[in-house]
């Protein structure tokens, strides 16, 4: 299993400002996964970060909006950029360790709220 | 693409009831399936996963099966209990990807 700890639990955030999340893990993971859930929706990929090279965007998620740093193989942060309302959202991070049939845990969430 | 649908979106029964949540999923060439809780406004709990070789997994109270050639998913849990109170998400794993359903929500009457 891995033990996932993400930071801030929750925001509030002025429109037009940028928050950063941390995701730190226990334990060394190839792969970083970000997703994003609007409210009353399900989970949506926003993209996948590797260590040592940029992160991949899913479809309809670009790096000027969400810009994701990597340093090691145990942290990763993702940054809203510029927000607006409609950024509203749970921010989560995932992992899929060694050993567990990728077996895909969670952090706890970062919610968001930009008002 | 794949998509993932979870019906009913909600859910009631009272306390003891047995219940089966249903997933279904458009494209069989899934890696494998899971099953997670989440509980209002945190993460993701797994519950269980399965294979695609597989046809089932058991834990505890809660009991998955996977039908992978006809697309579909339960979810069975035996003896519901206020505690298990929450949104239950199925999400498939193709081309390294995640897919989620909507989820279930659930609510368990004392």
């Known amino acids: 299993s891995a033990v996932i700890s993400q930071k801030p639990s929750r925001d509030i955030c002025q429109r037009g400002t940028s928050l950063t999340i941390q995701c730190q893990v226990d334990?060394?993971?190839?792969?970083m996964f970000w997703y994003r859930q609007q409210p009353g929706q399900s989970l949506t990929l926003i993209a996948t970060?590797?260590?040592?090279?940029?992160?991949?965007?899913e479809s309809g998620f670009v790096i000027d909006k969400f810009p994701i740093s990597r340093p090691n193989l145990t942290f990763s942060t993702l940054t809203v950029s510029n927000m607006s309302p409609e950024d509203s959202s749970i921010y989560l991070c995932?992992?899929?360790?060694?050993?567990?049939?990728?077996?895909?845990?969670f952090g706890q969430g970062t919610r968001l709220t930009v008002v | 693409k794949q998509e993932v649908t979870q019906i009913p979106a909600a859910l009631s029964v009272p306390e003891g009831e047995n219940l089966v949540l249903n997933c279904s999923f458009t494209d069989s060439a899934i890696y494998n399936l899971q099953w997670f809780r989440q509980d209002p406004g945190k993460g993701l709990t797994s519950l269980l996963l399965i294979q695609s070789s597989q046809r089932e997994q058991t834990s505890g109270r809660l009991n998955a099966s996977l039908d992978k050639s006809s697309g579909r998913s339960t979810l069975y849990i035996a003896a519901s209990q206020p505690g298990d109170s929450a949104t239950y998400l199925c999400?498939?794993?193709?081309?390294?990807?995640?897919?989620f359903g909507k989820g279930i929500t659930l609510s368990v009457r004392p």
């Open positions: 999400a498939v794993k193709a081309n390294s990807k995640l897919t």
């Open positions: 995932s992992v899929e360790p060694k050993g567990t049939n990728r077996n895909a845990f």
């Open positions: 970060a590797n260590q040592g090279s940029e992160a991949t965007y």
């Open positions: 334990s060394q993971v190839t792969m």
